[in-house]
């Protein structure tokens, strides 16, 4: 089996920046897209941004031009660099990826535990 360990959430004033990172507990055969997802109390979960193995990337409307996703594939790692925080980015994040473990295995996806980013003055 695989973890994807999550870091980097917390307390920001509105306005500031944090940096997300997530990484595999092991080594993996292939990771195709890597994501970050967020769910606020009460709401859906849902997508704040996305990665190819080509580094092909897509954002939610909602976070374009403050948000930036970038990954190492070397270290089979995910990041998300956030901008100009504002308090309905308050959710807990999820990183996301779809993988095959080994080889011989099916592509499956895999979810980080969460971290909690919470934007307030």
């Known amino acids: 089996q695989v973890q994807l360990v999550e870091s980097g959430g917390g307390l920001v004033q509105p306005g500031g920046s944090l940096r997300l990172s997530c990484a595999a507990s092991?080594?993996?055969?292939?990771?195709?897209?890597m994501g970050w997802y967020r769910q606020a109390p009460g709401e859906q979960r849902e997508l704040v941004a996305t990665?190819?193995?080509?580094?092909?990337?897509n954002y939610a409307d909602s976070v374009k031009g403050r948000f930036t996703i970038s990954r190492d594939n070397a270290k089979n790692t995910v990041y998300l660099q956030m901008n100009g925080l504002k308090p309905e980015d308050t959710a807990v994040y999820y990183c996301?990826?779809?993988?095959?473990?080994?080889?011989?295995?099916?592509?499956?996806?895999?979810w980080g535990q969460g971290t909690q980013v919470t934007v307030s003055s």
């Open positions: 092991r080594s993996i055969f292939l990771i195709y897209t």
């Open positions: 990665i190819t193995r080509g580094e092909n990337t």
């Open positions: 996301n990826a779809h993988l095959i473990i080994e080889m011989g295995y099916m592509p499956k996806d895999y």
